[in-house]
């Protein structure tokens, strides 16, 4: 909610850390590092397909792999894009959708951030489908993924269910990437290819989310 850009001088990772974790916690950090692979690298989402057994298992080989890989990848965008005016959005795919329900749920344990994000990226890939930016197949690919992973990716597997569509497109229109009234979403064309869509027409997401919440 509170936010400043200072870079550190020095990031550790103690990856022994995450075995004191509840395993939801865990789950719910999954997304962001599987976040990783969808906006920008679709060698790692395969990788995280076929690995991520591995990375809850404990293996430390393949928890340091997903580890780096994020830490490279957000380094990399951060590093182009220090103060959010480009490319830096990407990381909030998921975000915009997410966002909503997350603030739905009163920030609270009836959705962690982690499964907030998670379900938002389902949606956005299913809306970017129905926007015929990449196949529905596709878009099924990575939410078996996430399901796979026990996360959020149904609207109706938020405990306590959420508001109709217009208390959540009211939620949506305060999420810090509405420019003047304008909703803005990162979207993609496929695995690995995200950007950022601004303008995005408020009725085409209305009409998605009332398809949604009827299912």
């Not at 692979?37 to 928890?63: I, K, Q, S, T, Y």
């Not at 956005?124 to 990575?142: G, I, K, N, T």
Request: glycine fraction near 10%; aromatic fraction near 8%.
């Amino acid at each position: 909610m509170i936010g400043a850009f200072h870079q550190p001088i020095l990031v550790v990772a103690d990856t022994q850390l995450l075995d004191t974790l509840p395993e939801r916690e865990f789950r719910a950090g999954y997304a962001e590092v599987a976040k990783y692979g969808l906006l920008g690298d679709a060698g790692f989402f395969a990788w995280l397909e076929a690995n991520a057994d591995d990375v809850f298992a404990g293996r430390a080989a393949a928890r340091e792999h997903a580890i780096a890989t994020s830490c490279r990848m957000k380094a990399e965008i951060v590093a182009r894009d220090e103060r959010e005016t480009g490319d830096r959005a990407l990381l909030n795919l998921g975000h915009t959708f997410g966002h909503a329900f997350e603030a739905a749920a009163g920030f609270s344990e009836r959705l962690l951030h982690g499964e907030a994000v998670a379900l938002g990226m389902s949606l956005a890939f299913e809306f970017s489908a129905a926007r015929r930016l990449l196949s529905p197949a596709e878009a099924e690919r990575v939410t078996r993924h996430l399901g796979r992973a026990r996360l959020p990716i149904r609207i109706s597997e938020v405990t306590g269910g959420v508001p109709g569509v217009d208390g959540l497109m009211d939620l949506m229109a305060q999420d810090k990437k509405v420019k003047r009234g304008r909703l803005t979403f990162i979207l993609v064309r496929g695995v690995g290819k995200a950007f950022v869509a601004p303008d995005v027409d408020a009725a085409e997401v209305r009409a998605f989310l009332a398809d949604k919440l009827a299912r």
